[in-house]
Structure formats: structure tokens, C-alpha cells
């Protein structure tokens, strides 16, 4: 199972900044049990959206978002809703955001940070990866992954090393990861983005949790210590 | 006066490189140093290009400063996190080094290490902010430094990637970052670099075009089939496969590149890779 939490509201609606018209997208999967993507989280994000002043065009909670074609099929309905909308707000994991935004030509933003994909990988179906870092920059990168896209994990752009958006590691079989961003971020008019990256990365999150860390006889020890 | 100062008057400054040596003997690299002394305003160490273990460049910069060349410290993120990394623009400043390049730095898979874990915890851009933040008397973490180093910041830029508007919104992320000069990717095609430039004015930083010296007509094929972001005309390849003497055309072609871009820039940086000892050559023929 893919573990995600809500980022802070606050994050959320620094993303919506300039869009007043959010279509939501949730997720029935590891989402609905982390209650980040589910019905009612779906609801109370509408509800919160509605005092901050947006619009709420519409919304769809989908059974699997990491599968691209079930997203494709269950948002097909919608394609009026989504097309009033600005933007596309995705509660789930980073691999949904990412499935989402490779069938919907809008921009989307994470409302989660993805802490771990142990385990069951859910529908996952697609191309899409996702590192679990914790602190997910999807909506800077038009819901293209820098750090697994990029085969330096990259997040301030791309080095001077693509060649017909192939990248210069392995152009057999691996596109640019930051060709794509550019050149999706300059499909929908937001190539702003770019410019406002985090500079430096905070991998502390990456880290598993100690209890996740320790053995048995090092939790034994701990224990120890304690008594 | 300071590569800085040099560039602060409007001087047309001259850079080159040397990799340093494969091991512990360093004659090649003295006597390339020697060579290059009071013809170029400083002399960039590689990192351990191209991801190939060699003699580090801080000490290569160090052992540079001992002999009066200024040198410019090139600093690739692939092999350090970000303690080390501020770790060592510590040692540099107290070593008197003063220039450092940063650069991502090339991917582990391509050197002569390749099972080697890359470490890419930083990049250009944050190590430009970090060596920022520690001359502003703070490190990545926001602890006080007890003293404060000062540098001369550089990066590097790829004129001829196509498309080249994420390089541009990426230099321009370089210099919010802190870059005070760039150093290019090396140039064939002075319409390129025209072009490139007439963008890259707005940021207001000194750019040194690069040079790389052909050596023959397989060289510029190779590096047009395999290295992003270098173009070499049909007619230079032309004029290499033709000429009987490659070397010194490969000098003309260079010191003839020199001359074409002077006009559009603030210096120039050769990449001689191997044939250090014809850059004065070449500054000889571009009269400089
Ligand atoms: S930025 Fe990438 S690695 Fe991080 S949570 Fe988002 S999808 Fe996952
Ligand atoms: S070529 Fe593109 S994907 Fe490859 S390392 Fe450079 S920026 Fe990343």
C-alpha cells in the first residue's frame, strides 16, 4: 500500500493561488485508507476550497488513480466540469497526481506528500514512479515527477545534457525527465513554475522511521536503555 | 588584480582548464601550469571529470596558488552530500581559493566508476545558494559559521541545447542562486552564441564563451553524435578532415572562434582536454 498525508492547507492553497475554479480528483485505493483522497476528505477539501473563496466545479473519487486508463474512463464524464476548471487538485499519492496529469491537459496539484510506496503498489499500471520523498513538488513540475523523470533527480532543471529530449545517461531508453516538465509546463502557459522550486531539497523524509530503521535486538536494546 | 577585479573593469579575461593527473605524479599537471602562467587570468581543476577518479581539485588549486596562478575551483555535487560539500568551500577559502565553479557534475554510469552510489543530494543551483548562505555567515542549516568566506562564484551553461530556453530559465535560477560569472559549454557556431546572448544579457553576469580545441574530423563527428549540446558545422569538419597539419588547424579554428565572439561576451574559456600545452598557441593567433 501507498502511504500518503495531507499536506497543510496553507501549501494547498499556495498552489491555487491565481485559480479560482478547482476541479477535485480523490482515490478509492491506498488513499481511501490513508483518508487522504477518499469521499469524505474529498468533501471537506470542497467545503474548506469553498470558504477560501474557490469554486468547486465538480469532483470525482476514482477507484484506482494509478491506473491511467480507469482515470481516463471515470473523468471522461466530467469533461465538462474539468474544462471550467483552472486547475485539477489530486488527493492521493504522488503516482496518481502523476497519472492524472498525463490524461488531463490541465495543471494539477498534489494534496498529499507520498511517504512510502512499500508494500502492494497498488493498480500502478503506468510509467509513472515515485520516490516517496515526502514532500512532494508535483505542482511545480506539472505533475511530472524530477526525482524519478530525472536520472540525477534534478530539481532546479535540467542539465546541459539532453540531446532530442533523450537524456544523456541512458538515450537509448530514457527521456529527458525535465524535457518533459519544460515542455508540458510550456503547453499549459505555466513555465512560472520553474522559476519557483524550492532550492534546496529536504530529504528528511526520505528516511524511514526509526521503528521502520530498527531490527528487533536494536529495539531490544532501546528498550534496554530504557528500563 | 582578481579574476573578479579583472571582470569588475571590463577586461577581456581568458580562462583555461587541466584536469588533474590519474594518480600521484604531477609533472604533466606543474608543467602545464607553468605553461599557462601569466597567459590566462586563471585556471579551472576539474572535478573528477567526466565522473573519472583522479588527484582532487582543491588540492590541484591549491597546488596552483603555490606556483601564482589564480585558479578556479570546480566543484561537482555527484560525490558529496551537502555537509562535505560546504565542508570543503570552507578549505578552499581558507586555502586562498577564491573561484568555484559549481556544476552538477556528470552521472556515475559514465566514468570508470560505474558501480559507484551517485550522490546528487545537491545540484548547481542549491550549491550556488549554499556556498551564498555561507558567505552570509550561515550554513545549510542555519547555524552561525565562526568567520566568514568570501567567493567568486561561477556556473556553467549550455548556449547550444536545444531548446535552450530551460537553460535560460535555469541561468537565470543560477544567478538568483548567486552565479557572479558563467563559463559555457563549448561553441562552434557564433550565430548560436549570438542568439544565446542576446537573452543572456538581461542577467547582467559576465559569460566566458568556451572553446574546446578539435583535434581532427572523428573528434567533432564524435562529439556531434554523443556530447549535447555541441555542434560542429559540416565546414569545420570539413576544414579538419582536409587539413595536413590537424593540430594546428584545430589551434586556427579555435583562435578563429576566439575572435568571431569576442565581441559578444565578456571572456572566453578553452577546454583543451589533453592538449593544454597549444593553448598559448592559440591565444598567440587570436592576438590576446
Ligand atoms: S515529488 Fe516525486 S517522489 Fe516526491 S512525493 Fe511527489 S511523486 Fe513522489
Ligand atoms: S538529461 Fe535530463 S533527465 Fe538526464 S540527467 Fe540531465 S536533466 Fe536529468
Keep these: 500500500m501507498i502511504i500518503s498525508e495531507l499536506k497543510p ?20 485505493g491506498c488513499a481511501e485508507v490513508c483518508q487522504t483522497g477518499d469521499e469524505p476528505q474529498v468533501l471537506e477539501m470542497k467545503q474548506k476550497l469553498g470558504q477560501e473563496g474557490k469554486t468547486v466545479t465538480g ?8 491506473d491511467k486508463a480507469l482515470v481516463k474512463t471515470r473523468l471522461f464524464p466530467h469533461e ?3 474544462d471550467a476548471a483552472d486547475s485539477l487538485l489530486v488527493m492521493t499519492c504522488g503516482i496518481g497526481v502523476q497519472a492524472t496529469a498525463a490524461v488531463v491537459n490541465k495543471l494539477v496539484h498534489p494534496a498529499a506528500n507520498t511517504i512510502n510506496v512499500g508494500g502492494s503498489r497498488g493498480e500502478w499500471r503506468g510509467s509513472e514512479r515515485c520516490r516517496e520523498c515526502g514532500d512532494c513538488v508535483l505542482d511545480l513540475t506539472g505533475g511530472i515527477c524530477p526525482l524519478t523523470a530525472c536520472t540525477k533527480w534534478l530539481i532546479n532543471g535540467p542539465c546541459g545534457g539532453a540531446k532530442n529530449g533523450k537524456c544523456e545517461v ?5 527521456d529527458c525527465g525535465w524535457h518533459l516538465i519544460y515542455e508540458r509546463l510550456k503547453k499549459l502557459g505555466r513555465l512560472d513554475k520553474m522559476q519557483t522550486m524550492p532550492i534546496v531539497k529536504n530529504y528528511a523524509k526520505m528516511q524511514p522511521p526509526k521503528e521502520l530503521r530498527s531490527t528487533i535486538m536494536w529495539a531490544l536494546e532501546q528498550q534496554e536503555t530504557k528500563v | 588584480m582578481s579574476l573578479r577585479e579583472k571582470l569588475q573593469n571590463g577586461k577581456f579575461v581568458v580562462t583555461a582548464e587541466i584536469g588533474p593527473a590519474k594518480g600521484v605524479d604531477i609533472h604533466e599537471f606543474n608543467e602545464n601550469a607553468e605553461l599557462l602562467k601569466g597567459r590566462v587570468d586563471a585556471v579551472n581543476c576539474t572535478d573528477q571529470q567526466s565522473a573519472v577518479m583522479r588527484l582532487g581539485s582543491l588540492v590541484a588549486c591549491h597546488l596552483l596558488n603555490q606556483k601564482g596562478v589564480e585558479p578556479v575551483f570546480q566543484m561537482t555535487c555527484r560525490d ?3 555537509i562535505a560539500l560546504q565542508s570543503d568551500l570552507l578549505s578552499a577559502y581558507v586555502m586562498g581559493v577564491e573561484n568555484v565553479l559549481c556544476l552538477t557534475g556528470d552521472y556515475v554510469t559514465l566514468g570508470d566508476h560505474p558501480d559507484a552510489k551517485p550522490v546528487f543530494d545537491l545540484d548547481s543551483v542549491s550549491l550556488l545558494h549554499a556556498a551564498q548562505q555561507l558567505e552570509q555567515g550561515k550554513d545549510l542549516a542555519g547555524k552561525e559559521l565562526k568567520g566568514t568566506p568570501k567567493f567568486f562564484l561561477g556556473a556553467c551553461v549550455t548556449p547550444g541545447a536545444d531548446p535552450v530556453e530551460p537553460q535560460l530559465i535555469k541561468m537565470e535560477r543560477k544567478v538568483k542562486a548567486g552565479a557572479q560569472f558563467f563559463q559555457t559549454q563549448a561553441i562552434y557556431e557564433p ?6 546572448m542576446k537573452e543572456a544579457k538581461k542577467f547582467g553576469v559576465p559569460v566566458l564563451v568556451g572553446i574546446v580545441v578539435l583535434r581532427s574530423a572523428a573528434m567533432a563527428k564524435f562529439m556531434n553524435k554523443n556530447v549535447a549540446g555541441i555542434h560542429v558545422p559540416d565546414e569545420l569538419i570539413d576544414e579538419m578532415d582536409k587539413a595536413e597539419n590537424k593540430l594546428q588547424k584545430g589551434v586556427e579554428i579555435a583562435a578563429r572562434l576566439i575572435n568571431e565572439m569576442k565581441g559578444m561576451c ?3 574559456h578553452i577546454m583543451a582536454i589533453g592538449l593544454e600545452s597549444k593553448v598559448p598557441a592559440i ?6
Design chain 1, 170 to 174: 541512458e538515450p537509448d531508453v530514457r
Design chain 1, 9 to 28: 492547507l496553507p501549501e494547498i492553497l499556495g498552489y491555487l493561488d491565481g485559480d479560482k475554479k478547482i476541479f477535485i480528483v480523490g482515490c478509492k
Design chain 2, 80 to 82: 558529496r552530500n551537502r
Design chain 1, 80 to 82: 465538462d466540469e474539468i
Design chain 2, 283 to 288: 591565444l598567440d593567433a587570436a592576438k590576446l
Design chain 2, 191 to 196: 550565430k548560436t552564441f549570438e542568439a544565446f
Design chain 1, 59 to 66: 469532483y470525482c473519487v476514482v477507484d484506482f488513480l494509478c
Design chain 2, 266 to 268: 565578456q571572456g572566453t
